[in-house]
């Protein structure tokens, strides 16, 4: 059955990716994600002396703020913000900076489908401008499963309307020079196909969600390739901007 | 950290020390076993009991506990205009607190950070799970509908709060019985309460008995730990604060996976966990399913 999306894509085609860094000047990191019309605006300040009450000193923490394009802070936002700060705690290395915050404030400037993955992308990219230590990148994709059973990448707002089930994933992306061996899990498994993160909005059956788990891996690593070779086509001697 | 590693465990030291000082080498000498320091085993959840109608004054409640963890769930329903694009339909409103009583953590100034984020987890599951069909909740077309304003208080807060809220909001919808309205003469949908029933003859009932909602799939969820290879079943608040990747996962009576929430976490999780994690709450949600039906027969029998 052929698979009319409004734009024209494919289902397992993404919408035009594009990330530039170092935009805010005050910042100690920022980057900025679009894929299609949504687009996010990440700036990272840190790391800052201190922690929270509660948090534990002997390790560096994440504080993210998520401001929506309009309308007042409520419990997505609030939602968001969890989401975000448990998935970029497990990326970076907390041990090297103890006792210090690192503030991740994330502004939506576009909403048009596909809201947390683009926000994921663009923190990410913005820890790395920022020079925090990252054991890897996150890459997060969103898949959906559309009323007849087929699976669609990347939907667009009105796409996601239609959908019986979306589900937000984030894959690790080591870099290819350091593959842990023997890592703990099974060896028939490489270590890029564990998730740091599903969240997942809509019934579906059980397989359709494994299908998803496949289709975001072959996703993702395009997506990765694209962003580390726009990571390197930035200039060696950038200036060091965290103070 | 060095020092740790190099301590060795010392005969002398009192297991409650132990337990305090080095949590994660504690448990790990049990997860060895494949049980926990209770002796529960790693893959079972504590026992959990279901109370239908504890609250009088609402429509529909419920209380549960699992293990410790428990959670009041009260239900009411109120007379509202349904929205101009969708005239058929009712409305849900889902609330989540956690008061002070449930845990140390939290104070009168300092509110739980998690109480936001179950409560939108856990309409969003309501709503996937298609439990709900709005259209029952329709009253006269375009003028009146039923809004369900559904809150959840934690009255103990010790581990694996979705789930228990969760189960403690499945069982109030279980227990609600719809009350009765009658239009009066200026054309206002009211609710009618037993004394007025017998006194206005010509009252016209729009619905003619209380009746109970009917369901298309119930979701149960199982919420477990991952920490190295090992999965652990519905955890504590204890386990929860050593061990940090949790995957909650909700499936349907009819089978279908409803959501698997997993937020970040050192371990990741790859196929093969994924799956035994939803394995283990189908297992989970056929227990829940019959301690519901036992719940909801033993209060019919009274």
């Not at chain 1, 530039?20 to 996010?40: D, E, F, M, P, Y």
């Not at chain 1, 996703?219 to 395009?222: T, V």
């Given at each position: 059955?052929?698979m ?15 990330c ?21 605006l ?47 705690r ?19 400037v ?18 790395v401008?920022a020079?925090?230590?990252?054991k ?10 559309t009323?007849?059973?087929?699976l669609i ?7 996601e ?15 290819t020079?350091?593959i ?5 899990t ?13 969240v ?8 359709d ?9 072959a996703?993702?690593?395009?997506i ?14 950038n ?5 | ?38 002796a ?21 409640s419920?209380?549960v ?11 009411k ?28 953590n ?25 439990m709900?069909?709005f259209?029952?909740?329709s ?6 509908a039923?809004?369900?304003y559904?809150?959840i208080y ?11 809220a ?9 227990h609600?019985?719809?009350p009765?309205?009658s239009?009066?003469d200026?054309?206002?949908?009211t ?8 006194s206005?003859s ?11 909602l ?18 652990l079943?519905?955890?504590t ?14 499936v349907?009576?009819?089978?279908r996976?409803?959501s698997?929430y ?21 297992r ?6 019959n ?8 209060m019919?029998?009274?």
């Open positions: 059955m052929g009319d999306r409004g734009d024209g894509r494919n289902p397992n085609q993404m919408r035009p990716l594009a530039s860094r170092n935009l805010l000047h005050r910042a100690h990191g920022s980057a900025r994600w679009s894929q299609g019309n949504t687009i996010v990440a700036g990272v300040y840190g790391p800052k002396a201190g922690t929270r009450k509660g948090e534990n000193p002997e390790l560096a923490s994440i504080e993210v703020i998520w401001k929506p394009k309009t309308g007042q802070i409520g419990k997505q936002e609030k939602e968001y913000e969890i989401i975000l700060r448990r998935t970029l497990s990326i970076c290395l907390l041990t090297v900076h103890p006792n210090t915050t690192t503030s991740v404030i994330l502004q939506v576009g909403d048009d489908g596909a809201l947390l993955p683009c926000a994921i992308n663009a923190s990410c990219a913005a820890l401008d020079g925090i230590p990252l890897h990148l996150a890459v997060a994709i969103c898949c959906g499963l009323e007849q059973g087929s990448l990347d939907p667009t707002k009105i796409e309307q239609k959908l019986q089930a979306i589900a937000n994933l984030v894959f690790p992306n080591p870099p020079s350091v842990p061996k023997g890592s703990s099974s060896a028939e498994e490489p270590f890029e196909h564990g998730i740091i993160t599903s997942t909005h809509g019934a579906m059956p059980v397989d969600y494994f299908n998803c788990l496949e289709r975001g891996r996703a993702c690593s395009k990765s390739e694209f962003f580390r070779k726009s990571l390197q086509s930035d200039l060696p001697d200036a060091s901007k965290a103070s | 950290m060095a020092a740790n590693s190099s301590l060795e465990i010392d005969g002398d030291m009192e297991v409650d020390a132990f337990r305090r000082l080095f949590p994660l080498r504690y448990y790990e000498h049990y997860l060895g076993q494949s049980v926990r320091p209770d529960r085993p790693l893959a079972h959840a504590r026992e959990t009991t279901i109370s239908l109608g504890p609250v009088t004054s609402v429509d529909g419920a209380l506990k699992i293990g410790e963890t428990t959670m009041l769930a009260a239900i329903l109120e007379v509202m205009t349904p929205a101009a694009d969708l005239p058929d339909k009712g409305c849900l409103a889902v609330d989540f607190y956690m008061p002070p009583v449930c845990t140390p939290v104070r009168p100034g300092r509110p739980a950070e998690a109480a936001p984020v179950i409560s939108k987890q856990l309409s969003d599951v309501i709503l996937s799970s298609g709900i069909n259209e029952e909740l009253l006269i077309s375009g003028k009146a039923w809004m369900v559904l809150d934690c009255l103990n807060a010790d581990g694996s709060l979705f789930d228990a969760l189960l403690s909001a499945v069982a109030a919808f279980s609600l019985k719809v009765l309205v239009v009066n200026n054309g206002r949908v609710t009618v309460t037993g004394e007025l029933l017998e206005k010509e009252l016209e009932l729009v619905n003619k008995e209380r009746r109970k009917s369901f298309k799939s119930l979701p149960f969820s199982l919420t477990c730990l991952l920490h190295d290879k090992y999965i079943a519905d955890p608040a204890e386990e929860e604060d050593i061990m940090d990747t949790l995957v909650t996962v909700v349907d009576s009819l089978g996976l409803v698997l997993k937020a970040g976490g050192v371990v990741l999780a790859n196929t093969s966990t994924v799956k035994d994690c939803i394995a283990l709450a189908k989970r949600a056929a227990e829940l399913h301690i519901l039906v036992e719940s909801i027969s033993e019919e029998v009274d």
